[in-house]
């Protein structure tokens, strides 16, 4: 299962890449759309709203289409966050993690003094699952670290990681071959 980020959908490239190497390693891939996207929105819903889209989905397709198989969670940035999230509580095998978006950019308070933005790395740390973090050498939003159960994968490029495509396709297909129970 792959969510896309805040900004955009499903059809984002390195979310079409990670799906495309998941199908061709065997696996079934469902990409999720969140409601405020198939609304027309364009803001995000609160992150329990996100959240809760993202188990509604798990149910319905462990009782249909997926019933009986290990999921692996994933998506890029904002998808990437709720994937992390809900890993542990909904069973996950795995996580994949395009664009972990570590640091929130820094906002400016009305007297002008930029607030020093709170690191999201308690969200990856929490993660009770193997998971792959694949991330722009110049990512905007920061690079996380290697952890326990935790593999980070520079490659060329920024947030968006247009630049490789392959070396994105790469890792994610390296990674979903070495999963335990794959």
Known sequence: MLGHGAGGGVGAGDLQAAGEVALAAGYAV?????PYRVAGRRAPAPAAQLDLAWTTVI??????ELAGLR?????????ARVACRTAGPEG???GVCLAFPLLP???RSATGQGKEPQSRLPELEAVPV???VVQGVRDQFG??????????VQVPGDHSL?????AVSEAVGAWLAALPGA
């Open 30 to 34: 469902a990409l999720v759309e969140q």
């Open 59 to 64: 149910e319905y397709l462990r009782g249909s």
């Open 71 to 79: 999921l692996v969670f994933g998506g890029r940035s904002m998808g």
């Open 92 to 94: 996950a095998a795995g």
């Open 105 to 107: 950019p820094r906002r």
């Open 130 to 132: 193997p998971t792959l």
């Open 143 to 152: 690079m996380p670290p290697p952890g326990p159960g935790r593999k980070v």
């Open 162 to 166: 247009r630049s490789d495509l392959p």
